[in-house]
């Protein structure tokens, strides 16, 4: 049976064993395999914002055993979507629910989580206190101010769609928003210890990409609202995807049953964002006035 060897960060300095870095208030934990030379360049990468990451071991979804896999084969995705997970894509869930619970265990308040492919979007170093993002350290630890209004704010962006803002801020200045009418990516969030359990409670996080489970409010709307860092601040790198989708297997056998319910998931979770955004940015407003 493989072994995970995820469970405990690797700090890179002696004194790394407080979470809290010069200037930050929380831990920026970045998903990384243990590779020696990338994790030096992700460490220079944001040593140059006053961050030293923790290093969380990525899973590999290759090396997982079969019962191991068993959560995600056996969590109904068949009545969803037309083909399976992907091993990658089991291990890269793996890897962010390892964070989520170490924020449990540890007591930690909130966190960033970084994939190893995220990077800081040009015009957010902090050496300029007036520039745009007022500097990323500052952005983050406005979030962190924040935490208890808060469950995860998703700090980049792929669809670059339409931002309703729900924190009173208006453009160019930096906030709170919701995209119409989703979005989608995991390489870089804020996330609160109470997110953190709740996601981690419900069964359906095997059964769907975890860049597309963090994403789905209308599932979860009164118990978890996830919104958006805007302008962003970070930005993946262009290196390709570890994931794959191109060659993913369809499930074989799936019977007439099996291709109504997914023909009636996907119209009920298009009509359900349609009919609930409106309700969902009011109650984001409400609560971020509280």
């Known amino acids: 049976m493989a072994s995970r060897q995820d469970s405990t960060p690797d700090r890179n300095s002696p004194d790394s064993n407080s979470p809290d870095q010069p200037g930050l208030s929380i831990p920026v934990y970045v998903i990384c395999f243990p590779d020696p030379d990338q994790r030096e360049a992700i460490t220079e990468r944001y040593a140059a914002f006053g961050i030293t990451p923790l290093f969380m071991d990525a899973v590999s979804g290759a090396a997982m055993s079969d019962q191991e896999r068993q959560a995600f084969t056996r ?15 089991m291990g890269c ?10 924020m449990l265990d540890d007591d930690i308040p909130a966190a960033v989580v970084l994939e190893d492919d995220a990077r800081p979007i040009s015009g957010t170093d902090p ?18 101010a924040m935490a208890g209004k808060l469950d995860v704010v998703f700090l980049s962006e792929r669809f670059n769609r339409p931002m309703v803002r729900v924190d009173g801020t208006t453009p160019p200045a930096p906030g709170l928003a919701q995209p119409r009418f989703s979005d989608m990516g995991a390489e870089s969030y804020f996330i609160t210890q109470k997110a953190a359990a709740y996601l981690l409670s419900r069964p359906d996080r095997f059964g769907v990409e ?3 489970y963090l994403h789905h409010w209308w599932r979860h709307d009164r118990h978890y609202h996830p919104l958006h860092h805007t302008p962003p601040l970070f930005e993946e790198d262009g290196r390709p995807t570890q994931i794959g989708y191109d060659d ?32 969902y940015i009011r109650r984001a407003k409400q609560r971020l006035q509280e």
Do not use: C
């Not at 969590?75 to 894509?89: H, K, L, N, T």
């Not at 050496?127 to 962190?144: Q, Y």
């Open 75 to 89: 969590s109904g995705r068949e009545y969803r979507y037309d083909g399976p997970i992907r091993d990658g894509a």
């Open 127 to 144: 050496s300029p206190a007036t520039g745009l993002h007022r500097g990323l350290i500052p952005r983050l630890n406005d979030l962190a």
């Open 210 to 212: 975890i860049d597309l």
């Open 93 to 102: 869930s793996l890897s962010h629910q390892a964070i989520w619970r170490e």
């Open 248 to 279: 993913t297997p369809r499930y074989a056998g799936s019977g007439l049953h099996h291709r109504a319910a997914r023909r009636f998931h996907r119209i009920r979770d298009s009509l359900m964002k349609r009919v609930m955004f409106n309700g």
